[in-house]
């Protein structure tokens, strides 16, 4: 994604939340072996937004996800005597600082005639449809994991968009689900582009297909591939043979990983 990210230079990036997972929060039962900690966590995510900040974007928009709610419920459920004390998600990541806006869990943010939220209290393969119920005009979505787009309109003949954005995460670490709940979620991001003219956007999702991307044409490898320099694609055999590749040393990565 930060490829893809370097090569088209973003004017605004949306995270659209659980950034944070906030494991140890969770009331999912945990595995006590895993080897996690709140603040390993908010550690690795202050490294990402480091990332994400060399970009340049001009907007830099952060959605609060139900993960990072997990923090507040806590302390309200747990601890209410120290609300207020305890630093928020918001001033642990220095967001401010940043020059991130934040939109708090279960609110949402506003960019021309789009709409975008974490969820709008439900999940699964059809949330997309629920939040174009609920927005009635465009909108992007998180949360369920899943990659989906949903074209509507409206009676006065305007066409729109409801997306779902997929995920980033590891699907080992969400042990929380069973494989049959894991097979639809989808390793996914987006890209937005706004007509100033009007104010809609041009909405993509981009899977990650064998760890690869394609983006205006060009063919993006993921950081543990030979080569992570973009490539023009000029055949769909081409395009296949990368794959191929690129599965074969995952393959033997995992192996590796295996035997040690």
Known sequence: MMSVAKHIKPYGIIIYGDFV?????????????????????????????????TLGAKEKKY?????????????????????GLIPSVEEYLG??????????????GKQGH??????????????????????QTSNGTGHTHRAGVHYFGTVEGDSKI??????GGDKEAAD?????????????FGVSYENQADKCHHVQVIPLIN???????????????????SQPIKTMDQLLEKQRAINRAETKRLATRKKH
């Not at 945990?30 to 994400?52: F, G």
């Not at 494989?179 to 390793?187: R, V």
């Open 114 to 135: 789009f709409r975008y939220t974490h969820d709008v209290g439900v999940a699964g393969q059809f949330a997309h449809y629920k939040a174009a119920q609920a927005f």
């Open 95 to 108: 967001l401010k600082e940043r020059g991130w806006d934040v939109i708090q869990y279960k609110k949402y």
């Open 21 to 53: 997972d906030f494991y140890k929060l969770s009331f999912h039962s945990k595995d006590p072996s895993r080897k996690s900690s709140i603040k390993a966590e908010l550690t690795e995510a202050k490294e990402h937004l480091d990332e994400l900040d």
């Open 162 to 167: 409801s997306v779902m954005f997929g995920w």
């Open 63 to 83: 959605v609060m996800g139900n993960h990072e709610y997990r923090l507040e419920r806590y302390i309200w459920e747990k601890c209410p005597e120290f609300d």
């Open 176 to 188: 929380y689900a069973n494989e049959t709940q894991k097979k639809d979620w989808m390793l996914s």
């Open 211 to 229: 760890y690869t991307a394609v983006v205006n044409g060009k063919l993006f490898e993921a950081p543990f591939t030979k080569s992570t320099v």
